[in-house]
């Protein structure tokens, strides 16, 4: 009589769990899921306004739609600065290993001629890339300046920028160096906008 009992027992724990237990196809996948149970947010796509953001747009000046498209003068001026330093860098890193390996020693010996290779590297990449940086830096801050107050950005307002960077660069030196580098930066910038155009 008491194994009796037991048996039904069990078999009483055994049905009531099947009764919890999902029983047909549209409960085991979840038909009748409320997403909103999980996230108070889940449920409301129809009526969220999206932010349109303007990352990726590009100026709208004039004439500055070109073959490397600009977003504004935030950004010429980080990857203007950027781009002229570390080519800058890159150039000088190439004018010391060339003047450190043919620069004449008291004593050949390698440890000595590796220490002129890296000492002229050092020396002459940090020159070219802090100064083309700091070119690029005033020249892109002339540049935006001139195309907003011209209202358009071209090859006359660029060639103003750098002839403006070169006298500011060299305005130390003389009323000739200043003359000559405004010359030659302006040069410079108009090829370079010339060829962005061209592209």
Known sequence: MAGTSDK?????VRDDHAADAPTSSHDLLLGSFDPSKLHPMAGIEDKLDYLLLDDEKTSDLPGAGTAIPSRGWSDDLCYGTGTMYLSGLALGGVWGLRE????????SNARLR??????SITRRGTFIGNSAGCLALVYNAFNSSI?????????YGSMAAGAL?????KS????????????????????WSWIKTKI
Not at 100 to 107: D, H, I, Q, Y
Not at 114 to 119: P, Y
């Open 165 to 169: 960077t070169g006298a500011l660069y």
């Open 114 to 119: 590796i220490n002129s290779i890296l000492n």
């Open 100 to 107: 450190g390996a043919r620069k004449p020693l008291a004593v």
């Open 147 to 155: 195309d907003h107050f011209r209202g358009r950005h071209d090859t």
């Open 8 to 12: 039904s027992r069990s078999e009483f």
């Open 172 to 191: 130390t030196a003389g009323v000739k160096p200043a003359l000559t580098a405004a010359t030659v930066i302006a040069g410079c910038a108009g090829a």
